[in-house]
């Protein structure tokens, strides 16, 4: 995900401008390559409404306590639990799952079924936001495996959780 440099994914409105057009391909790059991904329903809203959802490269989770149907041969909707999704993604041969939305990734990290956090930290803080992880409380470790440079003001830290 990218953040602000004070562990922000949003804006309060869902304004989400502060994210450069590096960090934008380079997430682009990695949906391609991995080819799944699960997301809340609200991040789900808010690509449909700017345009980049379904990303036809890849097969797409959408969590929600609510009923939805798919009108898309690449979308699942589920209510299902976060170890279930991730089932359903190795049932269709996915092992690799990109997580998005601060609500949504955080019940994932509560019940310690993520292996690895990738962020891009944008030049950019404010007071008032959307957190990466929001809603649920859990206490991990991480252990740094990577940092890289994406541009003058941007760096990737690349964490794995230890179990
Ligand atoms: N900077 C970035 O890289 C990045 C990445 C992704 C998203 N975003 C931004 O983050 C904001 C959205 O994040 P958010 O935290 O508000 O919402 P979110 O995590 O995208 O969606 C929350 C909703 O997802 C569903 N949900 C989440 N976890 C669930 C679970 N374990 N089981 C069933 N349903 C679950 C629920 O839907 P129901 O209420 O329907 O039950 C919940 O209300 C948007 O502004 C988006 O643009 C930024």
């Given at each position: 995900?990218?953040?602000?440099?004070?562990?922000?994914?949003?804006?309060?409105?869902d304004?989400t401008?502060?994210?450069s057009?590096?960090?934008?391909?380079?997430f682009?790059?990695?949906?391609k390559?991995?080819?799944?991904?699960i997301?809340?329903?609200?991040t789900?809203e808010l690509?449909?409404?700017?345009?980049?959802?379904?990303d036809?490269?890849?097969?797409?989770?959408?969590?929600?306590k609510k009923r939805?149907k798919?009108?898309w041969?690449n979308?699942?909707?589920?209510?299902?639990?976060?170890?279930?999704?991730l089932?359903m993604?190795?049932?269709?041969g996915?092992?690799?799952?990109?997580i998005g939305?601060?609500?949504?990734?955080?019940?994932?990290m509560k019940?310690?079924?993520?292996?690895?956090?990738?962020?891009d930290?944008?030049?950019?803080?404010?007071?008032?936001g959307?957190?990466?992880?929001?809603?649920?409380d859990?206490?991990?470790?991480?252990?740094?495996i990577?940092?890289k440079?994406l541009?003058?003001?941007?760096v990737?830290?690349?964490?794995?959780?230890?179990?």
């Amino acid at each position: 995900m990218a953040i602000t440099a004070n562990g922000f994914i949003a804006k309060e409105d869902d304004d989400t401008g502060f994210i450069s057009d590096v960090e934008w391909k380079g997430f682009l790059k990695k949906m391609k390559e991995v080819g799944s991904d699960i997301i809340g329903r609200r991040t789900y809203e808010l690509a449909l409404e700017d345009g980049w959802f379904p990303d036809k490269n890849a097969f797409h989770i959408v969590m929600s306590k609510k009923r939805m149907k798919s009108r898309w041969e690449n979308v699942v909707f589920t209510d299902k639990s976060p170890r279930e999704a991730l089932r359903m993604m190795a049932e269709r041969g996915f092992n690799e799952v990109l997580i998005g939305g601060g609500t949504l990734a955080a019940s994932f990290m509560k019940q310690h079924l993520v292996d690895e956090l990738i962020l891009d930290v944008e030049p950019k803080v404010f007071g008032r936001g959307i957190g990466i992880f929001t809603g649920s409380d859990f206490d991990l470790d991480l252990e740094l495996i990577g940092v890289k440079k994406l541009s003058k003001n941007e760096v990737q830290l690349h964490y794995r959780v230890l179990k």
